[in-house]
C-alpha cells in the first residue's frame, strides 16, 4: 500500500486516542498500519466534512470495535488494509449481533466502516471496498419517546426554594423545552447569543448556525436567572458561557443529564427521560398543534427534512392510539 497523500495528523488529530488507551494499544499492536490512516480520516472528516466532535468521538469508536475484533478473530494474517474482505465485515456483524447489539446499531458500525474505506479507496489508498457488496437490511427507526403535556408542566413548575442553582435549572429545562435544541447545544450557548426580543443563535452540528426563537414562559426565567441566579453563581468571575457552575465554570452534558434526571425523580416522573426527549417533546408538540413541518425542521436544526418528517409518525401513532380509544369497533 502506498503512502499517505496528505498530512500525517499530529497528536491533537480530532479523536485521536492515547497511546495508553489498552483498545489503542490492542489495534496498533495488531495492526500498525490502521491508527495513521484512521487519523487521516478522521482529520478529512473534521477538515472537509465538518463533523462535531462527539460525531467524530462515535466514528472512532466504531471503526476501534471492528478493528479489535479483528485483532482476535481475524482468522489469517492481515498484513495490510487489503487483506481484509466482506467475510470479515459479516463475521463482525454476526458477532455483534451475539453480543445482543442492536440491528441500528450494526448499521451505523457498518457506515462509519463504509464512510473509511470509500474515503481510503478515493485516496489510493485501497485497492477494493469490502463493505461495497455488503448487503445490510434497514434497520426500522424507533418512534422517539415524548413527554405528555402533563409530565412537562410537572417538570417546568417554579422551584419552590429560588436559589441560585435552583434559577438555572428552572431556566435550562424551559429554554430546553422552548427551542428543541440538543444538550450539547445548550451548555454551549454563550450569553451574547440570546436576544431580548425572544430569539437565540445556536451554533449546531458542523457548526453551523441558525436563529431560534422562545416564548414569554422561557423568557421570563431566563431574565430570573440572568439578573439573580448568575451573578450570584459567579460572584465577581467572568464567564461567556451563559450557564455556569457554583465554580463559574461552563455547564457539562453530564451534569444536566443528572439535573434533569433528578429533577424528574422529584416530580414523580417515573420514566427514563434524558435531554433529547425533551427535544422529542418540544418537535412534537409543535406539530400536534398545527406547526408547518418545514418550520420545525428549521428550529431543529436538521440538514434534512426526512429526519424531521419522524415526528409526524409520532402524531400518527397518537391518533391511531385515540382511535382504538374512543371509536366504538376501534
Known amino acids: 500500500m502506498s503512502g499517505l497523500r496528505g498530512p500525517r495528523p499530529d497528536n491533537q488529530a480530532p479523536g485521536k486516542r492515547r497511546p495508553r488507551d489498552p483498545l489503542f494499544a490492542a489495534v496498533a499492536g495488531a495492526f500498525p498500519f490502521v491508527p495513521p490512516l484512521l487519523d487521516f480520516f478522521l482529520q478529512y ?3 472537509e466534512r465538518r463533523l462535531a466532535v ?14 479489535s475484533f479483528l485483532a ?4 489469517g494474517p492481515i498484513t495490510q488494509l487489503d487483506d481484509i474482505g466482506p467475510d470479515h465485515l459479516r463475521a463482525y456483524l454476526a458477532a455483534c449481533h451475539r453480543d445482543g447489539i442492536s440491528a441500528r446499531s450494526n448499521a451505523r458500525r457498518i457506515s462509519a466502516l463504509r464512510a473509511f474505506f470509500r474515503f481510503l479507496l478515493g485516496e489510493q489508498l485501497l485497492k477494493r471496498d469490502p463493505s461495497a457488496l455488503l448487503d445490510l437490511p434497514k434497520p426500522g427507526r424507533a418512534l422517539p419517546k415524548v413527554l405528555s403535556m402533563a409530565e412537562v408542566d410537572l417538570l417546568l413548575a417554579p422551584p419552590a426554594q429560588p436559589t441560585p442553582l435552583a434559577l438555572r435549572n428552572h431556566a435550562m429545562l424551559h429554554l430546553l423545552y422552548a427551542t428543541g435544541m440538543r ?3 445548550l451548555v454551549k450557548l454563550p450569553v451574547a447569543a440570546v436576544n431580548r426580543a425572544g430569539h437565540l443563535r445556536v451554533l449546531g452540528k458542523g457548526t453551523k448556525e441558525r436563529l431560534v426563537p422562545f416564548g414569554e414562559a422561557a423568557r421570563q426565567t431566563m431574565a430570573v436567572y440572568i439578573t439573580q441566579g448568575r451573578p450570584r453563581l459567579l460572584k465577581r468571575r467572568r464567564s461567556d458561557f451563559l450557564f455556569v457552575t457554583s465554580r463559574g ?4 452534558r453530564l451534569r444536566f ?9 422529584f416530580c414523580g416522573i417515573k420514566r427514563a427521560i434524558s435531554p433529547h426527549v425533551l427535544r422529542h417533546s418540544f418537535a412534537t408538540h409543535l406539530l400536534e398543534h398545527g406547526a408547518d413541518l418545514r418550520a420545525v425542521q428549521v428550529m431543529l436544526g436538521h440538514a434534512d427534512i426526512a429526519t424531521t418528517q ?13 382511535h382504538r380509544k374512543f371509536h366504538p369497533r376501534g
Open 54 to 67: 462527539n460525531t467524530l468521538a462515535a466514528y472512532q469508536a466504531d471503526l476501534f470495535s471492528f478493528f
Open 249 to 252: 465554570t461552563a455547564m457539562t
Open 72 to 75: 482476535r478473530h481475524s482468522g
Open 183 to 185: 444538550v450539547s447545544e
Open 45 to 47: 472528516l473534521a477538515a
Open 257 to 265: 443529564w443528572q439535573i434533569l434526571r433528578d429533577r424528574a425523580l
Open 310 to 322: 419522524i415526528y409526524t409518525h409520532v402524531d400518527t401513532a397518537r391518533l391511531k392510539a385515540v
